[in-house]
């Protein structure tokens, strides 16, 4: 198995994301520009798994200056065939640790029920860092449909750490 490094992304990887997300079910296609602006404005807190300077997974996430103990998993995605076992999960725990060490209390995610790939992310990386898993409403259907298109409602999984994780500094 070949080498594969995890870092912030910066603009040049910018090109690679938003091919990943075209390419992947599920995802909320976004503009080119928004990758761009993950990758600049959002670069700290997001990351990618690079093998021979190709990216071949993802993770775009923030910590909201309203809400600094909160470190939110956006998208993730890698490429299909990728041959790196827990490449996703390994990914979104190198993130999450790094945040862990700036001070984030807890990681959330919106999702979609049916969701079985990022509902077992969230389930293994609660495990992994012995949090505790809850779950509620953040976005009726309602809202988030229009007359021309129907979306699911989003559910917000937030994995609570505990506090001795979570005040440690790595």
Request: neutral net charge; hydrophobic residues 35%; charged residues 25%.
């Given at each position: ?92 725990e190198f993130a999450v640790k790094r945040e862990i ?70």
């Open positions: 198995m070949k080498h594969v490094r995890f870092q912030s992304p910066d603009l040049s990887h910018a090109k690679a994301i938003t091919s990943l997300v075209q390419g992947t079910t599920r995802l909320d296609k976004n503009s080119s520009y928004t990758y761009a602006l993950w990758c600049t404005h959002f670069s700290s807190q997001s990351a990618v798994a690079v093998r021979d300077e190709e990216v071949i997974a993802f993770l775009t996430a923030f910590r909201s200056p309203e809400r600094p103990e909160s470190y939110f998993l956006w998208q993730t995605a890698a490429k299909p065939r990728h041959g790196v076992q827990a490449l996703g999960i390994d990914l979104v060490s700036r001070g984030a209390r807890y990681v959330e995610a919106s999702v979609d029920k049916e969701n079985k790939p990022i509902r077992l992310v969230m389930k293994t990386l609660c495990k992994r860092l012995s949090g505790h898993l809850s779950e509620e409403l953040l976005y009726s259907s309602e809202l988030l449909s229009s007359s021309d298109t129907e979306h699911h409602d989003e559910t917000l999984m937030r994995i609570s750490l505990p506090f001795d994780t979570a005040v440690q500094r790595t």
